[in-house]
C-alpha cells in the first residue's frame, strides 16, 4: 500500500532554514510527480509546490517562490523540501502528497503531514 | 491564477439529508480537471472525486461530482454520520498554481 511519511519539522526562528523529507513507499516512486501542501492552524489547505517525475521541472506557490526549494531523489524514494527566509506565516502542517500521474495531477495520496512552527 | 471560490462557507443538516456543495472558477477549468477532497479535524484530506465527476477508489456512491466550466457540484446523497466534515475543491493540471478553493463545513444541525 502507498506510504508517504514525512520528517524533518520543528520549531525555527524567523529568518531560519529547515528541511522537510517525504519516504515514500508502495508506487514506483519515479513514475509519479510529488506535491507539498500546507495548512496553517485553523486555515484551509494551501498549495506549495511541484515536482514532476523525473525532477526537472518545478512549479511554486508566489508566496514561496524563491524561498523554498523541491527536489526529488528517486534513488532514495524521497522527497525533499528545502525552506529558507522563513515567516511567521509560513507556520503550518506541511502534507507530501503524490499526483496521480507524472505531472500537476489530483492528489491521490496524502502523508500524515508534519508540523512546522516559525516563532521568535 | 483560477480562484475557487466554495458556498456555503457552513452547511448544517442532520443524518440522512442531501448536501449539496458549490465551486465556482473565476475562469473555466479546463477539461475538467477539478477534485474534491474532505478533511476530518487531525487528518490528511482524502481524495473523492476527480476529474469532476469520477469517484476515487473505495468512495462510496453517495459521494458524486458534477459540472463543467466555471460551475461544479459536491452532491452528498444521504449523509452518514461519517460524513461530517470540511471538503474542498482543487484545481490540477499543467496551468499552475494548483489552486484550492476555500472550503464547505459540513456540520450537524
Known amino acids: 500500500q502507498v506510504q508517504l511519511v514525512e520528517s524533518g519539522g520543528g520549531v525555527v526562528q524567523p529568518g531560519g532554514s529547515l528541511r522537510l523529507s517525504c519516504a515514500a513507499s508502495?508506487?514506483?516512486?519515479?513514475?509519479?510527480?510529488m506535491h507539498w501542501v500546507r495548512q496553517a492552524p485553523g486555515k484551509g489547505l494551501e498549495w506549495v509546490t511541484f515536482?514532476?517525475?523525473?525532477?526537472?521541472?518545478?512549479y511554486y506557490a508566489d508566496s514561496v517562490r524563491g524561498r523554498f526549494t523541491i527536489s526529488r531523489d528517486n534513488s532514495k524514494n524521497t522527497l525533499y523540501l528545502q525552506m529558507n527566509s522563513l515567516r511567521e506565516e509560513d507556520t503550518a502542517v506541511y502534507y507530501c502528497?503524490?499526483?496521480?500521474?507524472?505531472?500537476?495531477?489530483?492528489?491521490?495520496?496524502w502523508g500524515q503531514g508534519i508540523l512546522v512552527t516559525v516563532s521568535s | 491564477e483560477i480562484v475557487l471560490t466554495q458556498s456555503p462557507g457552513t452547511l448544517s443538516l442532520s443524518p440522512g439529508e442531501r448536501a449539496t456543495l458549490s465551486c465556482r472558477a473565476s475562469?473555466?477549468?479546463?477539461?475538467?480537471?477539478l477534485a474534491w477532497y474532505q478533511q476530518k479535524p487531525g487528518q490528511p484530506p482524502r481524495l473523492l472525486i476527480y476529474?469532476?465527476?469520477s469517484r476515487a477508489t473505495g468512495i462510496p456512491d453517495r459521494f458524486s461530482g458534477s459540472g463543467s466550466g466555471t460551475d461544479f457540484t459536491l452532491t452528498i446523497s444521504r449523509l452518514e454520520p461519517e460524513d461530517f466534515a470540511v471538503y474542498y475543491c482543487?484545481?490540477?493540471?499543467?496551468?499552475?498554481?494548483?489552486?484550492f478553493g476555500g472550503g464547505t463545513k459540513v456540520e450537524i444541525k
Open positions: 482543487q484545481k490540477y493540471g499543467d496551468s499552475p498554481p494548483l489552486t
Open positions: 515536482i514532476w517525475y523525473g525532477g526537472n521541472n518545478k
Open positions: 476529474g469532476a465527476s
Open positions: 502528497a503524490k499526483s496521480d500521474s507524472g505531472g500537476p495531477g489530483y492528489f491521490d495520496y
Open positions: 508502495g508506487f514506483t516512486f519515479s513514475n509519479y510527480g
Open positions: 475562469q473555466s477549468v479546463s477539461s475538467g480537471y
